[in-house]
């Protein structure tokens, strides 16, 4: 069954602002839409991870669009999966949150900065462009800097090698990490100790005696800080747990004789300016609970994990036996409460969040990157 939309035009705030105002917002609080990219699109620099169920079967005809739940497409264009993340979230409350320990502890972990030797930040492997706090660049400079991506064993293989080419091009050194089993976790030491090698080099050059390399690991919550430093210490040192906000203040740690490692808070910036990033944080719980409303995250990842297409509508109703009507997320969501949960949506959707960031749906990443 098809429903007849009018053309998209490119996904501008002016656009976004009038479909936001279309009759399908006021049935289902972000609709999926169908964009055809034109001559003078504009395209967002990131991309995300798209498939074939809910596949877009689009065609035109007399200046329309078909629009198909069932397609068999095997790619969708991820660059139009952003636009529509973001269109989805338009109609949603902003999520923000900024707790007060991270507003005490920007500024002391600016100032410890300036004593590192080398930085390593990590970040969700599964969202490595929306775990990067935009003034990373900034306050990093010309420092020596490691790139750790956590959780690589929640995606895929060719998640993972696209991602290493990705940045290899750009010259970062990454290294892939699970800080719970503590693979990669060595690899990542001696990585640090080479790269601030030259520090005592300098030191012994002006008669002083050598020092232990300074290495502060910084990042967003929850990506797995604490995590990573305890594996590399093979004890538990620093306070961790799965939720964000478990470290409050930042520590110096010793490894061995010749590395000192700064575990410190997870740092946001004070507001979100790009909600799909938003949306995806809170997806992956790399943000507080009380930044977002459980119902709205879990019926936008349900409308993108049917574009995934080695998930798709299908593997949903496969787990719940629920068919996504309308290819909205949020019916799909109060439906599954209704049907498990005696009208609770909520927990529906804790459900629903639960089941993606435990791999019941498999595992892959949310981003691609840009191209």
Not at 328 to 357: E, M, P, W, Y
Request: aromatic share 8%; hydrophobic share 40%; net charge positive.
């Amino acid at each position: 069954m098809f429903a007849q939309l009018a053309p998209s035009p490119s996904p501008s705030p002016a656009n976004l602002s009038r479909f936001g105002q279309g009759r399908s917002f006021r049935k289902c609080t972000y609709a999926v839409s169908a964009s055809l990219p034109t001559a003078n699109s504009s395209r967002p620099s990131i991309q995300i991870a798209g498939g074939k169920d809910l596949n877009l079967d689009v065609t035109r005809k007399d200046d329309s669009v078909g629009f198909k739940l069932e397609a068999n497409e095997d790619e969708i264009d991820w660059m139009n999966l952003e636009s529509d993340i973001r269109l989805w979230t338009r109609a949603l409350r902003p999520v923000q949150w900024y707790p007060g320990h991270i507003m005490k502890t920007e500024k002391e972990l600016r100032e410890q900065l300036k004593l590192m030797d080398v930085v390593i930040e990590v970040r969700d492997a599964r969202i490595p462009l929306s775990t990067t706090h935009p003034k990373m660049d900034a306050w990093l400079g010309n420092r020596k800097r490691i790139l750790v991506l956590n959780r690589e064993d929640m995606i895929s293989n060719d998640d993972r090698n696209d991602w290493a080419r990705y940045f290899a091009k750009q010259g970062i050194k990454v290294i892939f990490t699970n800080g719970k089993l503590g693979m990669g976790a060595m690899k990542l030491g001696r990585l640090a100790k080479s790269l601030a090698g030259d520090v005592n080099g300098k030191r012994r050059e002006k008669g002083l005696l050598p020092r232990s390399v300074r290495a502060g690991i910084i990042g967003y919550p929850n990506v797995g800080k604490s995590s990573l430093i305890n594996r590399l210490l093979k004890r538990k040192i620093c306070a961790a747990a799965p939720r964000p906000g478990v470290t409050r203040e930042m520590k110096w740690v010793k490894l061995g004789k010749d590395l000192d490692l700064l575990d410190s808070p997870g740092m946001l910036p004070m507001r979100i300016d790009d909600q799909a990033a938003a949306i995806k944080l809170a997806i992956c719980d790399d943000i507080g609970e009380k930044a977002y409303d459980f119902t709205d995250v879990a019926g936008i990842l349900v409308q993108m994990l049917a574009r995934i297409p080695e998930v798709g509508a299908k593997a949903l109703y496969n787990r719940y036996k629920i068919q996504l009507v309308g290819g909205c997320g949020k019916k799909f969501v109060k439906t599954l409460g209704l049907n498990l949960f005696g009208g609770d949506s909520h927990q529906a959707a804790f459900r629903i969040l639960t089941d993606f960031r435990k791999g019941k749906f498999g595992y892959y990443s949310l981003e691609r990157p840009p191209l």
